[in-house]
């Protein structure tokens, strides 16, 4: 892989990871509540513009994975290390957080989650169930792994029409789960597609009109998809499973066509300096339950959507993101060892 794709890839995967974190910072609902302002835009931020992320995050998983030649047991001996030793860790990590916080008076109500203190529900936190709920993209990720020389078979044999059926069943189901998401395997598979198949870029040809054409649809499309979930209005002649799909499908085409914009690419560049971009997979399993925490203490004080709402929605995932990065540098220079057991001992 050339340097500027490679650097491209570390940039969007670190993009996806912010829209992640800015999504998870979804303020729940005040009891009573009727339609606001407030509502509608944390539906057009949340569940319309940043949902690309999935998407993103699996085709680039996908393409990293196969674009070496593919060695079946080498591969999932290094995501044991990469991925299934972190979740584990990780795992206990917030599931000690969470009981030590339920055996406190002071932060026991605030919390409010109904935990059981015995063997078999702590085991099912660090296994199945963990605090961490975005660990579902590690874990469809070592599924995935497990099944490679399917999906390798899948994209040397027809990849077209597999890749058809999966969107058909995609748009139909959402994100509903069987074994892995069906959204999970059509875009670890187009990655894997393009990274046997050699075909990262755009034609250079008419990426301008692609840029406008992709833009566009993004915006308008989730405009109409968060505003319909907001008002519960979507068209009986197309399911909202289609419109949510169209939104990630156009925001990532838009993300991954945008970063070729000079401009863009010089800006990106710039300002995210390697020890940034460093740290994403460790913002990724850091910010959760912490983001967590920080809203429920924040809607302690939000009585009904009004001015805090704003503020809070936006406070609530940057403050994440700085102790996120205050901890990775200070792991990274006092206790690099750790640092390493916690990111599967990742350089980017």
């Known amino acids: 892989m050339d340097k500027y794709h490679s650097q491209k890839i570390r940039i969007l995967n670190f993009i996806s990871i912010l829209a992640v974190v800015f999504w998870h910072a979804y303020l729940a609902p005040t009891p009573a509540r009727e339609f606001s302002g407030f509502y509608l835009f944390q539906n057009l931020i949340t569940s319309a513009f940043l949902r690309f992320s999935i998407p993103m995050f699996f085709a680039i998983s996908g393409y990293l994975f196969f674009f070496k030649p593919f060695h079946y047991w080498r591969q999932v001996q290094k995501r044991i290390k990469t991925l299934l030793l972190p979740y584990l860790i990780w795992s206990l990590l917030g599931t000690l957080l969470i009981?030590?916080?339920?055996?406190?008076?002071?932060?026991?109500?605030?919390?409010?989650?109904?935990?059981?203190?015995?063997?078999?529900?702590?085991?099912?936190?660090?296994?199945?169930?963990?605090?961490?709920?975005?660990f579902w993209f590690l874990r469809d990720l070592m599924i995935l792994a497990v099944f490679s020389p399917v999906i390798f078979f899948m994209s040397k044999k027809l990849p077209v029409l597999w890749v058809t059926m999966l969107t058909i069943i995609w748009f139909l189901v959402g994100d509903r789960s069987y074994i892995v998401r069906v959204e999970s395997l059509l875009f670890f598979l187009l990655g894997a597609i393009l990274a046997i198949r050699g075909g990262i870029s755009w034609p250079k040809k008419n990426k301008n009109l692609l840029l406008i054409l992709s833009g566009t649809l993004w915006l308008t499309i989730s405009l109409y998809y968060g505003y319909s979930i907001t008002k519960q209005c979507f068209p009986e002649i197309i399911p909202p499973n289609i419109w949510y799909g169209l939104s990630k499908l156009t925001g990532l085409a838009f993300i991954w066509i945008v970063y070729d914009v000079k401009k863009v690419n010089k800006f990106l560049n710039h300002h995210l300096a390697p020890k940034v971009l460093n740290g994403t997979f460790f913002l990724f399993c850091f910010h959760e339950p912490l983001l967590t925490i920080f809203e429920k203490l924040s809607l302690q004080i939000i009585i009904d959507y009004n001015v805090f709402s704003y503020f809070f929605y936006f406070f609530n995932p940057l403050l994440s993101i700085t102790v996120s990065f205050f901890v990775y540098r200070v792991l990274s220079k006092h206790t690099p060892g750790i640092l390493k057991a916690l990111t599967g001992n990742r350089t980017n």
């Open 99 to 134: 009981y030590g916080l339920l055996l406190l008076p002071v932060t026991r109500n605030i919390i409010n989650m109904q935990w059981e203190f015995n063997i078999s529900h702590f085991l099912r936190h660090i296994t199945i169930e963990p605090v961490q709920y975005q």
